[in-house]
C-alpha cells in the first residue's frame, strides 16, 4: 500500500503518514481546542493527550489547533508554534500516533486587524487558508466581506460552524460565502444528536458543507474529538456518496499543505 508521509516544517520531528485506500482512512481535523490553558479548550496537558487519545481511537492522525483568535481571549499568536510543539514532544512521549499541527480560529470582527505574519502563524497547517469564525447572531454581509478581504491578501477561507447562526436566509448566506470562495466546515457531533442532526443533514444534502471537525475543546466533556461516525452519516446522502473521499481527505489534506483546492460541488439549487 503506498504511503504519502507530509512534513509540517514548521513543527520540528512532526511527520503525517497518510496510506491510500481502506475503510479507515486517516483523517486530519482542523477545528480543535486542543492547546492547553490558551482559551476555553484543554485545561492542562493531559487533557490535551486524552484528547489525542480520542482522536488516534477514531482514526484522527492530525490535529490543527485552533485556539479563538478574538478579542476577548489573550491568545498570543506568536507562541501557538511554540505551544504546538510542546504538545507534540509531550504527545511522542506517550506514544500517542496523533500530530498536531497549528492554526487558530480568527473571529471575523478580528481578521482585519491581524499582520500578514500573523495570519500566517495561524493559518491551518500554516499553509494559506484561515479559519474564520462567524460573528454572534445570524451570518450577515460582514462575513462576506472578510471573506474577500482574505482572498484580496491571497489567503482562502474555511467557514467554522455557519449551522450555528440561524436565519431564514442562512442558505443564500452560505452559497455566497461558497460562490466567493470559502469552504464550509460544519461539527462532526452535530450530525449525532437527535436534536441537530436533521438540519445537519439538510444543510449537508444542499451542498452547504464540505469539510467536518470535531470543534472539540475538553476530553472532560462536550463534544469528543471524533468525525467517523459523522461521516457514516454522509454517507447516507445519495449526492454526496461520491464526494466523501474528498471531504475526509482530499480537502483537508490540501488545506494543511497550502493547497489550491477546487470544490467537486456546489450548493443545491433551492426549488419552490
Known sequence: MPVIVARCLSVPGAEIGFAHGGPRAPMIDLHCHILPGVDDGALDIRDSAAMARQAAADGIEAICATPHIRHDHDVRIDEVESRVESVNRHLRGEGIPVVVLPGGEVAETAVEDLSEDELQRVALGRGRW?????????????LLRRVEHLAERGHRTVIAHPERHLSADMYE????????????????????RERTAAGMLALAAAGLIHL??????????GRPVKMAAAF????????????????????????VDGDELDRPFGPVPRTG
Not at 181 to 188: K, R, S
Not at 212 to 220: R, T, V
Not at 234 to 252: F, G, N, V, Y
Open 232 to 255: 457514516e452519516r454522509l454517507a447516507e446522502i445519495d449526492s454526496l456518496r461520491p464526494h466523501l473521499e474528498w471531504m475526509r481527505k482530499t480537502a483537508p489534506r490540501a488545506i
Open 173 to 192: 448566506r452560505i452559497a455566497a460565502l461558497i460562490e466567493a470562495g470559502a469552504l464550509v466546515q460544519g461539527t462532526a457531533d452535530f450530525f449525532l
Open 212 to 221: 467536518l471537525s470535531s470543534d472539540a475543546h475538553s476530553s472532560h466533556g
Open 130 to 142: 484561515i479559519l474564520l469564525e462567524p460573528a454572534p447572531g445570524p451570518l450577515g454581509d460582514s
